[in-house]
């Protein structure tokens, strides 16, 4: 039996060796590379997606990071951050109340009713018009042990004046259970708005006229005192976009319409900006897209139009259109029987889209390869990652001068589809499993006939 494992081993140990053999490495399969610059300890990296890799790519599969090994990545659109404030109310209760005549004062100690309400604005609610306090914030974690104060923070009314008004203060220490406000000024001498005319009278006539105003003390009236907790969050309001470099093809004139060919590198597109020289018109536009400037296929329709007369002026000069890669755009304008407008330039605008990854520990240098077909897209879960940070930033990097990768492999054999590669592995694989099935089947046979030892 002894002989028949060894048998056995052997054909399956060929068997693995001649699958791995027949892996490719994806390396080999991207044409271009370059390095990444100015890499710095930041967890967090980036680099922007830009015309040299577009120019390249079919995909964003056809993109690999590798340092000492593979680095995950993911590739994402760049949106205009919008900041929401949200604001939620602490439950808390006034533990404790004092004035100090001293020093025309008072002190109000309150306690938050739950410790996982983080208050970073207190407000002080009050009818009252027409005043200037300086407020004081002590915090603790018991009634007895307050840290040293923050910086002493104004609360008024000027309502007389102008309309400004500010009845709240920021809470620097959010964790504590205890805060101690302290309120200065908070009895006023104020003079009442009726006046009381004496007059008096010397032989039936009026004598003197005694003009007098009341002067009293007007405490603070504080209705009561609001906890507040505010966090922010981002939400995603609509993509970044900027003017991609492109190369004008050229300008025609054909029958009743005006065509202007442009080069985009294949980079991602999503709007048209029109710079005409000349005035009050109105266009109806179409967008073609092609990768041979042989073949067009329709990518929108939209009317452009500009008016500069009289005391109007009204542009409507942007086309947008859904996210595109193609190779050429070709902006038509159907003049009709109008003379044809004069177009300076045509700015083309995209998405802006960066590469993120987390930067290896200890640090190496990487390099970014490109330039593949269709290759199959790596399955990472950077994404996941990166997607449960709040609002993460990046430390941004450049790539270095594109150069060949010397392990790029120029044989036919490269030039494979991923599905045909697969195929063939298949096969390979079927071809090997029933071939071994035939050798297996003929040495055990062999094997049974040899005697035992």
């Known amino acids: 039996?002894?002989?028949?494992?060894?048998?056995?081993?052997?054909?399956?140990?060929?068997?693995?060796?001649?699958?791995?053999?027949?892996?490719?490495?994806?390396?080999?399969?991207?044409?271009?590379?370059?390095?990444?610059?100015?890499?710095?300890?930041?967890?967090?990296?980036?680099?922007?997606?830009?015309k040299t890799i577009y120019e390249n790519i079919d995909s964003f599969s056809c993109i690999r990071i590798l340092g000492d090994k593979q680095v995950p990545f993911r590739v994402n659109k760049q949106f205009k951050k919008k900041k929401q404030q949200i604001a939620k109310t602490c439950p808390s209760?006034?533990?404790?109340?004092?004035?100090?005549?001293?020093?025309?004062?008072i002190e109000i100690i309150v306690k938050k009713s739950k410790e996982e309400t983080f208050p970073s604005?207190?407000?002080?609610?009050?009818?009252?018009?027409?005043?200037?306090?300086?407020?004081?914030?002590?915090?603790?974690?018991?009634?007895?042990?307050?840290?040293?104060?923050?910086?002493?923070?104004?609360?008024?009314?000027?309502?007389?004046?102008?309309?400004?008004?500010?009845?709240?203060?920021?809470?620097?220490?959010?964790?504590?259970?205890?805060y101690k406000f302290v309120i200065s000024n908070?009895?006023?001498?104020?003079?009442?708005?009726?006046?009381?005319?004496?007059?008096?009278?010397?032989?039936?006539?009026?004598?003197?006229?005694?003009?007098?105003?009341?002067?009293?003390?007007?405490?603070?009236?504080?209705?009561?005192?609001?906890?507040?907790?505010?966090?922010?969050?981002?939400?995603?309001?609509?993509?970044?976009?900027?003017?991609?470099?492109?190369?004008?093809?050229?300008?025609?004139?054909?029958?009743?319409?005006?065509?202007?060919?442009?080069?985009?590198?294949?980079?991602?597109?999503s709007k048209l900006d029109i710079i005409p020289t000349s005035d009050n018109f109105f266009r109806k536009t179409q967008i073609l897209k092609s990768t041979d400037q042989e073949t067009w296929h329709r990518v929108t329709s939209a009317e452009i139009s500009s008016l500069h007369i009289a005391n109007i002026s009204k542009e409507n000069l942007k086309i947008s259109f859904a996210e595109t890669r193609t190779h050429y755009i070709k902006l038509i304008i159907y003049n009709e029987d109008?003379?044809?407008?004069?177009?300076?330039?045509?700015?083309?605008?995209?998405?802006?889209?960066?590469?993120?990854?987390?930067?290896?520990?200890?640090?190496?240098?990487?390099?970014?390869?490109y330039g593949g077909t269709q290759i199959a897209a790596p399955k990472y879960d950077i994404n996941r990652i990166l997607n449960a940070l709040p609002n993460p930033t990046f430390n941004m990097v450049k790539l270095g001068q594109q150069e060949q990768n010397p392990e790029y492999n120029k044989s036919p054999k490269a030039a494979f589809s991923f599905l045909t590669r697969k195929i063939s592995l298949y096969i390979i694989i079927i071809i090997v499993l029933i071939t071994l099935a035939f050798v297996v089947a003929s040495c055990i046979k062999k094997i049974d006939k040899l005697p035992e030892e």
């Open 1 to 50: 039996m002894s002989k028949k494992l060894l048998t056995l081993a052997a054909l399956f140990a060929t068997l693995t060796i001649t699958i791995a053999a027949t892996e490719k490495t994806v390396i080999n399969e991207l044409q271009y590379m370059r390095k990444v610059e100015d890499v710095k300890g930041s967890t967090l990296t980036a680099f922007q997606l830009d």
């Open 93 to 105: 209760e006034i533990v404790s109340l004092k004035k100090n005549e001293a020093d025309n004062s």
């Open 121 to 178: 604005l207190v407000t002080f609610n009050t009818h009252d018009r027409n005043f200037d306090k300086d407020v004081v914030v002590y915090s603790g974690d018991s009634i007895d042990n307050f840290k040293s104060p923050q910086k002493q923070q104004p609360i008024y009314d000027y309502s007389d004046i102008i309309k400004l008004r500010k009845d709240s203060i920021t809470i620097e220490n959010t964790n504590a259970t205890f």
């Open 186 to 269: 908070v009895s006023e001498a104020k003079t009442a708005e009726k006046m009381e005319i004496i007059t008096e009278k010397q032989l039936g006539k009026d004598f003197s006229e005694i003009k007098k105003k009341t002067v009293y003390n007007k405490q603070f009236h504080i209705n009561n005192i609001v906890l507040t907790e505010i966090s922010y969050v981002y939400t995603d309001k609509q993509p970044i976009t900027q003017i991609v470099e492109t190369q004008h093809i050229k300008t025609e004139q054909v029958k009743q319409t005006t065509e202007i060919v442009i080069d985009t590198f294949r980079q991602p597109i």
């Open 338 to 369: 109008s003379h044809p407008i004069e177009i300076e330039k045509v700015n083309v605008q995209g998405p802006v889209y960066y590469a993120e990854f987390l930067m290896p520990e200890p640090l190496t240098d990487l390099t970014v390869y």
